[in-house]
């Protein structure tokens, strides 16, 4: 069935590191890709979407990468912070303007 | 910026209890979402709403309803609480476009 996966539940990564935070899906079809933040206590906060035209878009210290060839979808976070400790999630578009849901991956900081 | 707000970040009820969740937006989104998130299951979507007075049921609607009676406002409603909907509760909104969604802090709901 249609599925987002996350590969690992929990990610650590030492602080001004880089990040890469996978993701897989298994429907094709899918055309839009959208990578969430959420800290302990609040909800979802858009990090940066992007669509099947496109491989890779970058926006301040994210890069979303798009292998539409086996299907893998990443995050990269450039130097990472300690602010950046939280849990992602991806998400992929489903039927209408639903979106379908990964379980989420924790990123732990290590000073 | 976009401003989804739920009117309580801690909720607390006994079975059998009617509840009310409520939602607003300040964007004049038309799509409005509410989800509950379980540790390890991710987002489920309850219900969601593309216009006042218009519902559709999402993936778990079983034991919930909905009210959109204005266009910033979605409700939630448990009609008869019972412990298995203790969760936190997400409400979203979204442009016509449709994505992305933008989320509240959510309402941490306990069934005693």
């Known amino acids: 069935g249609e599925s987002v996966g996350l590969h690992l539940p929990t990610l650590s990564v030492q602080e001004g590191d880089n990040s890469i935070i996978n993701c897989a899906y298994s429907?094709?079809?899918?055309?839009?890709f959208i990578w969430y933040k959420q800290e302990s206590g609040k909800g979802p906060q858009f990090i940066i979407d992007?669509?099947?035209n496109m491989d890779k878009r970058q926006g301040q210290r994210v890069t979303v990468l798009l292998n539409k060839t086996v299907k893998h979808l990443s995050l990269q976070i450039a130097a990472t912070q300690p602010g950046d400790s939280a849990v992602y999630f991806c998400?992929?578009?489903?039927?209408?303007?639903?979106?379908?849901w990964g379980a989420g991956t924790k990123l732990i900081i290590k000073p | 910026d976009v401003k989804v707000t739920q009117s309580s970040r801690y909720l607390v009820k006994r079975t059998g209890e009617k509840v009310f969740l409520e939602c607003v937006q300040d964007?004049?989104?038309?799509?409005m979402f509410w989800y509950r998130q379980d540790p390890g299951l991710g987002l489920r979507l309850i219900y969601f709403?593309?216009?006042?007075?218009?519902?559709e049921k999402g993936d778990i609607p079983e034991g919930y309803s909905v009210s959109r009676e204005k266009k910033e406002r979605f409700s939630l409603i448990l009609e008869s609480a019972s412990t298995n909907q203790t969760s936190m509760y997400l409400c979203?909104?979204?442009?016509?476009?449709?994505?992305?969604?933008?989320f509240g802090d959510g309402t941490r709901l306990s069934i005693l």
């Open positions: 979203a909104s979204s442009n016509p476009g449709g994505q992305p969604q933008h």
């Open positions: 964007m004049d989104h038309e799509n």
């Open positions: 709403s593309y216009d006042v007075k218009m519902k």
């Open positions: 429907n094709s079809a899918s055309d839009y």
């Open positions: 992007i669509r099947s």
């Open positions: 998400a992929r578009d489903g039927v209408g303007y639903q979106l379908i």
